[in-house]
């Protein structure tokens, strides 16, 4: 435990200390709920892409069945062989109530049926469909990494606010309470003591003025 | 000029024999496990090269595989039988495979991808063997495979010579692909035409020129969707098909509404086909609906050769179609119980004539 020194000084110290940490448990707790409204407004976000992830990617899926099977493996191999470029992404950062988000820029990499490398004369329409919604799937991939990311910043925040929140409340302010306490009785009984003292002083004192007017008065009877 | 091919149609109509009845699709759908599906297709001529393709990939993969090396085989076959008399017209019917086999090394290089990753990327069923591909597959860049071709007079390094330089300036596979595809239709007519009015000649044009109908159907359809000009979506159109010509394929490219594309088929013969495609369309506004139904129209319209014109090269184009389409037949049920697909979904998806 910290040595705790009991003067007046002391004391008026901790309760300023008290009065900064109650202010700063407000802020605080201001801060934990703006930042809970803003991750349950992007939480909403990120279910309904989640959702949308799922179904492009069922569909997806589907249509790469379907032309895995009705075109054949080869042939997928061959127009995939055809696409190079790769979506290009630019990361940037903003700020959500203090915390840094990264934001995630991004050109689609949606491509027109002729911009995919092939030409389009020996590629089935099947081979198309399953570019189209691969190309939609990243799409939603890097609006999902974007939302998720941002939610799992605001998530850690909200956990260090929340762990601040609490030591405030539960752990700094009551252990100030007790020191300012303890310094208030180790005062007050430094204060009783020294009344004490005082009125002890006083007595002996009153004693011996009293010894002293009585001394005297025995000088005379004993001439 | 006038072609005899009565040894080719008499091997082809052995072949025939082999080609699966409608009832074995019922049971290998009713198939719960990849056992059952080889167990079935052991009793048909897909046993050798399905076994031999198990050895190496087991599963579902290893059955495509199977049937990618018979279908392969079979073609090929076919080619290295035919008399030289009869040689450019059967050319013309597996030219395709040559087509499609040198526009996916020609993307294998353009990427840098491995010889192996190359040489899953084709199917050796034309005059191109395995070994020659991937010879082709083995070279280190796009300008050395055009030599090569070039050094094996194959009529493919023409276009590709003319389109290199362009190619060379805007690094767009696009720019070799597309020449390759239109002086393919060319180069097939040409040989067409040395035949004059040899009735096999006549009906492998008219064939061909029903294809050309129905790539530009597909490709009109595709270019609709997106906001192409005009004098782009010509770029596409190739000259020459039967009954689907240049101003159709503007109207079809222009068509904003799905009825529009109906009146621009009225009185084809393509126009039940896209109605069939259309009530899909309305559903799932998916191409491939279109495509689907224009296969099963190519499909039935061949397999009729083989009544219609049985002494001609009918047999064969019918063969070749019957075969292709069996081959995707059983890839489809395949893949569909791979990935456990509904097997009235899959019955749906087949095209069984």
């Keep these: 435990m910290e040595e705790i020194h009991t003067t007046r000084m002391e004391l008026l110290q901790k309760r300023k200390q008290i009065e900064l940490a109650d202010q700063g448990c407000e802020l605080l707790k201001k801060k934990r709920d703006a930042l809970l409204l803003e991750f349950m407004s992007i939480m909403d976000i990120a279910l309904q892409t989640s959702e949308e992830l799922q179904k492009v990617a069922r569909q997806a899926s589907y249509s790469l069945a379907v032309a895995r099977a009705v075109d054949g493996t080869v042939a997928l191999r061959s127009a995939a062989l055809a696409t190079t470029p790769a979506p290009f992404i630019e990361i940037s950062g903003t700020y959500i109530m203090g915390v840094p988000v990264p934001e995630i820029r991004k050109t689609s990499i949606r491509r027109p049926v002729t911009g995919r490398g092939y030409s389009i004369l020996g590629v089935s329409s099947r081979i198309d469909e399953v570019a189209e919604r691969f190309e939609r799937e990243i799409d939603i991939i890097v609006e999902v990494a974007s939302v998720e990311t941002k939610l799992k910043r605001l998530g850690l925040e909200i956990q260090k606010t929340r762990r601040r929140v609490n030591a405030l409340d539960y752990i700094v302010i009551p252990r100030l309470k007790e020191q300012v306490k303890f310094i208030q009785m180790a005062l007050d009984e430094r204060a009783r003591e020294d009344l004490f003292r005082l009125k002890k002083v006083k007595k002996a004192l009153e004693s011996r003025k009293k010894e002293r007017t009585v001394k005297p008065s025995e000088e005379i009877v004993a001439i | 000029m006038s072609v005899r091919m009565d040894y080719e149609l008499a091997r082809i109509r052995s072949f025939k024999r082999d080609l699966l009845p409608p009832e074995l699709y019922e049971r290998l759908i009713d198939t719960i496990t990849t056992d059952d599906i080889v167990t079935i297709l052991s009793e048909t001529s897909y046993r050798d090269d399905i076994t031999a393709a198990l050895i190496d990939t087991p599963g579902y993969s290893g059955i495509e595989r199977g049937l990618k090396a018979n279908l392969a085989r079979s073609f ?165 098909g039967r009954k689907f010509g240049e101003d ?21 013969p393509y126009q039940k086909a896209i109605e069939d495609g259309m009530r899909k369309f309305v559903g799932n506004g998916l191409v491939s609906s279109f495509q689907r139904a224009l296969e099963e129209f190519m499909v039935r319209s061949a397999n009729k050769l083989f009544l219609v014109d049985p002494l001609t090269i009918g047999v064969v184009i019918a063969y070749v179609w019957t075969k292709y389409n069996e081959v995707v037949n059983l890839r489809i049920i395949v893949r569909g119980k791979a990935v456990g697909m509904e097997e009235d979904t899959i019955r749906e998806a087949l095209i069984i004539v």
């Design chain 2, 76 to 240: 090929s076959e076919i080619v290295a039988f035919t008399s030289q008399d009869a040689k450019p017209l059967v050319r013309v019917l597996f030219g395709r495979f040559d087509l499609s086999n040198i526009k996916s090394i020609l993307r294998g290089k353009h990427v840098g991808a491995t010889v192996a990753e190359v040489m899953d990327a084709v199917l050796p069923a034309g005059e191109l063997t395995e070994p020659l591909l991937a010879r082709l597959a083995e070279q280190p860049d796009i300008k050395s495979v055009v030599n090569l071709l070039s050094s094996w007079f194959s009529p493919f390094a023409y276009p590709l010579r003319g389109a290199l330089m362009k190619y060379s300036e805007t690094g767009n596979l696009l720019d070799l692909e597309l020449p390759l595809d239109v002086y393919f239709y060319q180069k097939s007519f040409e040989e067409i035409s040395k035949y004059g009015t040899d009735m096999n000649a006549l009906l492998l044009k008219e064939f061909l020129q029903m294809e050309i109908d129905f790539t530009n159907i597909l490709t009109s359809l595709r270019l609709s969707k997106d906001v192409v000009s005009s004098d782009a979506a010509m770029g596409y159109f190739i000259p020459d």
């Design chain 2, 248 to 268: 159709r394929y503007k109207l079809m490219v222009e068509a904003e509404e799905p009825v529009m594309i109906q009146e621009v088929v009225a009185g084809t």
